[in-house]
């Protein structure tokens, strides 16, 4: 049994930053394709970024040249660095794993393809 565990959220101001750290138990991030999504009140969940198991990644617009995917297959720790923080980014951010990649493909932000989710952590950002 695989397991995400998030961590790293919090309070900040607008302008603020935050580092997303996800550990994952029983498989590696090493073969998995990972992502970031996030969920605000009243809306639906929408991704933020994922990396391939090869490390190639990928970010959503919204969050592009602000935020920042990576990982460390030796701590089986995936983190999103997220700069710049604006009200708008405030919402529970979800780590996910696709633990049956295509070989060699980029990875994609659809929520279908991830088989194996973390509980949250909230990042609230105030202006």
């Known amino acids: 049994q695989v397991y995400l565990v998030e961590s790293g959220g919090g309070s900040v101001q607008t302008g603020g930053s935050l580092r997303l750290s996800c550990v994952a138990s029983g498989g590696a991030v090493s073969r998995y394709v990972m992502g970031w999504f996030r969920q605000a009140p009243g809306k639906e969940r929408e991704g933020v970024a994922c990396i391939a198991d090869y490390g190639g990644a990928s970010h959503a617009d919204s969050v592009k040249g602000r935020f920042s995917i990576s990982k460390d297959n030796a701590k089986n720790t995936l983190y999103l660095q997220m700069n710049s923080l604006k009200p708008e980014d405030t919402a529970m951010y979800y780590c996910?794993?696709?633990?049956?990649?295509?070989?060699?493909?980029?990875?994609?932000?659809?929520?279908?393809?991830?088989?194996?989710w973390g509980q949250g952590t909230q990042v609230t950002v105030s202006s």
């Open positions: 996910a794993a696709d633990r049956s990649p295509a070989p060699w493909r980029a990875c994609r932000l659809f929520q279908n393809e991830y088989n194996t």
